[in-house]
């Protein structure tokens, strides 16, 4: 029953530590009184240490000639005294004979018999705690898988926090060995409902751990997800499909200027050159709002812009595709400024975007059954020309396949480029040759290779 009862001293907090093989340890750190490690160790004027819990046990008060002292009281208490004047005397005897008795008390120091003529007083010994700090112990119930082994300061945040339990084990007596039993089942219940309880504590530390990493982890991959789907479909050969879906929620977000602009998704003059991408205002921007709709080109800062060539002097063309078979395509194009900001090395995530206002009339997207706007979906091309194609040529390119490889249509653009200059030529022959017949010159009707389009090229911040 003794070592079943024993953990009682675990989270005791009176006498001293109560460690696992207290043999172990040197005399000095064991206290003489309760037979273990010194708990708040305190010096007597002997020199002697222990708890200062237990200093009181060691020292006691030592009365001389006591026994007569009480003896001649007791003989002074039976006598009858009845007047007031024998009263009075004996209550002076008694305070003498007191006063007496206490003169007569010493201390003494149970470990050693030192005695003291007065109590004796105890210092508290603080290099000796520091020695005693640092003292390494073993958890009481190393018995029972406690691997506990560390310095003696932490030994009672240590009971504390894992031995609490201990102390329920009985204010009661145990009278048989049925009842020994019982509490036995009961505190092995009461211990399993503790670790029970300290791994859900621990548990859900953990699953809030997780939720926050989670959290991030979330975020991480929404911004993954972002640049996956801009990159999907994104080209590197100058030119850009946009395929822009929900076409009439966009539209009325634009109308009620919840989201007056979208932008398409990047895409690239080759793997390192320019990085690029449109800018559409469904309902129309500036002047041309409520009228047109407008469509615009952005420089975005890219990774190789400091080995690239600026400003920034490819013409664009922009395509809204007929989706009805017609090819009746709507196709502008503009030349960049080279003195616009919008074409200079962005310095900034994006350059101010740069394009045409009025790019198409509102009333041909927006009537019912329209060629441009088909499930909801309506497709738009932009095209860098890096090949400095004469204007004439603008309507060729969009008329391309876009499902064919960029250096298929590349060698097509470049065939269509050769014939167009054999014209040009053959054109420009018959001319001299008719003046040099009729010295009169033929008004050349051909299109000015290089001409600019009617529409006005602006800025938008």
């Not at 890219?302 to 078979?325: A, Y």
Request: with cysteine; proline share 4%; aromatic share 8%.
């Amino acid at each position: 029953m003794s070592d079943y009862l024993s953990p009682l001293t675990v989270a005791d907090n009176t006498g001293g530590y109560s460690v696992f093989d207290i043999q172990l340890h040197e005399r000095k750190f064991i206290c003489p009184e309760c037979q273990k490690i010194i708990r708040d160790p305190v010096q007597l004027p002997c020199g002697d240490r222990c708890c200062k819990s237990c200093s009181r046990f060691i020292t006691s008060e030592i009365v001389q000639n006591k026994n007569d002292v009480i003896t001649k009281r007791l003989q002074k208490d039976d006598q009858c005294l009845t007047s007031n004047k024998t009263e009075k005397i004996g209550m002076q005897l008694l305070v003498q004979d007191t006063v007496q008795m206490i003169q007569n008390v010493s201390w003494k120091c149970r470990l050693c018999n030192e005695e003291w003529d007065t109590a004796p007083k105890l210092l508290d010994d603080r290099g000796f705690k520091r020695e005693m700090d640092l003292l390494r112990v073993m958890c009481i119930e190393w018995s029972n898988n406690c691997r506990w082994l560390r310095p003696l300061k932490d030994y009672q945040k240590h009971l504390d926090d894992c031995h609490t339990s201990y102390s329920v084990l009985c204010d009661k007596k145990i009278s048989s060995l049925s009842q020994l039993n019982q509490h036995k089942e009961r505190q092995e219940i009461c211990n399993y409902v503790n670790e029970l309880t300290k791994t859900i504590a621990d548990n859900e530390s953990r699953v809030a751990t997780i939720v926050s990493s989670q959290g991030i982890l979330q975020e991480e991959l929404s911004s993954i997800k972002e640049k996956v789907d801009s990159l999907k479909h994104a080209s590197d050969d100058g030119t850009l499909v946009w395929r822009i879906t929900d076409v009439s929620e966009k539209m009325a977000d634009a109308q009620s200027e919840r989201q007056t602009s979208i932008y398409s998704p990047p895409f690239y003059s080759s793997s390192a050159g320019y990085k690029m991408r449109a800018r559409l205002y469904l309902h129309g921007d500036g002047d041309a709002r409520r009228t047109h709709m407008s469509l615009f080109f952005v420089l975005i800062r890219g990774e190789f812009d400091s080995i690239l060539k600026w400003p920034f002097n490819h013409k664009v063309t922009f395509c809204l595709f007929d989706q009805s078979g017609h090819n009746r395509h709507i196709i502008d194009s503009f030349c960049p400024d080279a003195k616009s900001n919008s074409f200079q090395q962005p310095r900034s995530l994006m350059n101010t975007a740069c394009g045409i206002p009025k790019f198409c009339p509102l009333p041909m997207i927006q009537q019912v059954d329209n060629n441009y706007i088909r499930d909801n979906i309506m497709f738009i091309k932009v095209v860098v020309d890096f090949f400095n194609l004469p204007y004439v040529m603008l309507p060729y390119e969009p008329f391309l396949n876009p499902g064919l490889p960029s250096h298929v249509r590349n060698h097509m653009l470049k065939q269509q480029l050769y014939r167009y200059k054999q014209v040009e030529n053959r054109s420009t022959y018959y001319q001299h040759s008719e003046m040099d017949t009729t010295g009169q010159e033929v008004a050349d009707t051909r299109h000015v290779a290089d001409a600019t389009p009617n529409d006005t090229v602006n800025q938008r911040n």
